[in-house]
């Protein structure tokens, strides 16, 4: 089965600079990455994804790169504000009829104001 | 629109009981999934319904967990008897059918197991 493992675990920046979180799959056959935010207590919330025939994908600050031959993609968030401080899991599945996804560890990110 | 809806938020059960977990999904979804959560890791897919019929159960423990989902709307999950690892988040998620359609969460019941 699919394996995605993401990092760091925990990552901490300054208000305003730049957030990296990286994952990667073993199952080349997936090919849906979805990056979900999830806030102390809450929902994970979709917040951007990308599918396998594009490299990348912004929306705002969010971007979100892939690289299938490596099998990995990454998150990027820029100009942080501390409202983007949460936990984010990365996920890797099939563009089939089910839309098994599967997660990796998450990351929880902190800005300091 | 509404959320999916789940029920209780919290249960506290001990070791060998059972409980059960109820998930409303968006209405017309015809795709429900219950994912387990452990604290400090990812959702882990339990099961996944499209419709009343049951699509991928594989990483569901059978010997102690069931699932159902009657008239292919609402949805209970249940555990017996409970195990201490069992304690996590059980989280309900519906799309409108499956592959491309992003997954809306519930806001979880968190299980505890003493």
């Known amino acids: 089965g699919e394996n995605v493992e993401q990092h760091p675990s925990t990552l901490s920046v300054q208000e305003g600079d730049s957030a990296v979180i990286k994952c990667t799959y073993s199952?080349?056959?997936?090919?849906?990455f979805p990056w979900y935010k999830q806030e102390l207590g809450k929902r994970p919330q979709l917040i951007i994804d990308?599918?396998?025939?594009?490299g990348e994908k912004k929306d705002q600050r969010i971007a979100v790169t892939l690289n299938k031959t490596a099998k990995h993609f990454s998150l990027h968030i820029t100009e942080t504000q501390p409202e983007d401080s949460a936990v984010y899991f990365c996920?890797?599945?099939?563009?089939?009829?089910?839309?098994?996804?599967?997660f990796g560890t998450g990351t929880r990110l902190t800005v300091i104001p | 629109e509404a959320g999916v809806a789940q029920s209780p938020r919290y249960k506290i059960i001990e070791k060998r009981q059972s409980v059960a977990f109820w998930c409303n999904p968006i209405?017309?979804?015809?795709?429900l999934y219950w994912y387990q959560q452990i604290l400090g890791q990812g959702p882990k897919l339990l099961i996944q319904?499209?419709?009343?019929?049951?699509?991928?159960d594989s990483q569901l423990p059978k010997d102690r967990f069931s699932a159902e989902r009657l008239k292919g709307v609402d949805s209970t999950l249940k555990i017996q008897p409970a195990k201490l690892e069992d304690s996590a988040v059980y989280l309900c998620?519906?799309?409108?059918?499956?592959?491309?359609?992003?997954?809306?969460f519930g806001n979880g019941t968190r299980l505890t197991v003493t």
């Open positions: 209405s017309g979804h015809a795709t």
């Open positions: 990308i599918r396998s025939n594009v």
């Open positions: 996920a890797a599945g099939l563009q089939t009829g089910a839309n098994n996804l599967f």
């Open positions: 199952d080349s056959a997936s090919n849906y």
């Open positions: 319904f499209q419709n009343n019929g049951v699509v991928d």
């Open positions: 998620a519906s799309s409108p059918t499956g592959g491309t359609s992003p997954l809306h």
